[in-house]
């Protein structure tokens, strides 16, 4: 399954699903940055605890290709999510938003790993940081 093609299990109200596409009400980017971090150390319990600085680099060209980008940093335990690049970062996620979008809003694990291993999601940066969220990840 991938994001967007989900079966639903009964109809969602805005108010139980405030930050969805399908209410009609887009999220501003640093809130739907919050709920992915929230879903994906809920999957990944094992990275709760970790202390780390990420640079996520949405790309503006679609599924295609760069054509412009907005930085963000994350700084987790938290998360604190804020707007520009992160020059302390110890890892860089580059993603084209409208895969970000979807990922964030109803994305498992199972679609994070999809999207890293069809080179939608890129991870840069530290290898030792890289291969310790690898090594949680799969162990998830």
Known sequence: ???????????RSAAAHP???RSGRLAPTSELIIVAVQRFQAQVPALAGLKLVAELELTGGGLTGPER???????????????????????????????????????GLADWKDAFYTDHLKVEGDPRVRRLLGKAIERS
């Open 69 to 107: 980008a907005e930085s963000f940093r994350i700084e987790v335990p938290g998360p604190h999510v804020s707007e520009g690049e992160a020059d302390d970062a110890r890892i860089t996620l580059s993603v084209p938003r409208t895969m970000f979008n979807l990922l964030a809003e109803e994305g």
């Open 1 to 11: 399954r991938r994001p967007g093609n989900r079966p639903h299990r009964g109809a």
């Open 19 to 21: 930050l969805s596409v």
